[in-house]
């Protein structure tokens, strides 16, 4: 999805700004692991796992994005004209990539650390 949406909207310069005010910070596994093991954490399993999401038509995942409950959405503070100039770019370039039948996946990473306990 990024891979279309993203250039569209930096055209129109619009940031994704809702991720960050979600505190959402995108890191690698590597990255996390760095991460965490700055921050004294030990026995560290980090597994990455893929949630896929299907919609049966740019449309329809445009009506998801759009219609999400969080006001941050990523369409939802655009002015009007703008947010239509938007969608009608990204339903022709997922056409153009035959991607009528829209299917992504959200990957998202789950970590277990322990932290040694300091009695100081």
Known sequence: MRIVVDPILAKYHVARSHERHRGIKRVTARELRDLLTGAGFTCLSIEQRTIPRNYGSPE?????????????????????????????????????????????????????????????
């Open 60 to 120: 329809e995942f445009l009506m998801h994005v759009e219609e999400r409950a969080e006001p941050e959405g990523t369409l939802n503070d655009i002015p009007d004209d703008v947010r239509e100039n938007i969608r009608r770019e990204i339903i022709e370039e997922f056409r153009k990539r035959q991607m009528a039948s829209t299917g992504f996946a959200n990957v998202t990473l789950f970590a277990v650390a322990t932290k040694p306990y300091d009695a100081v």
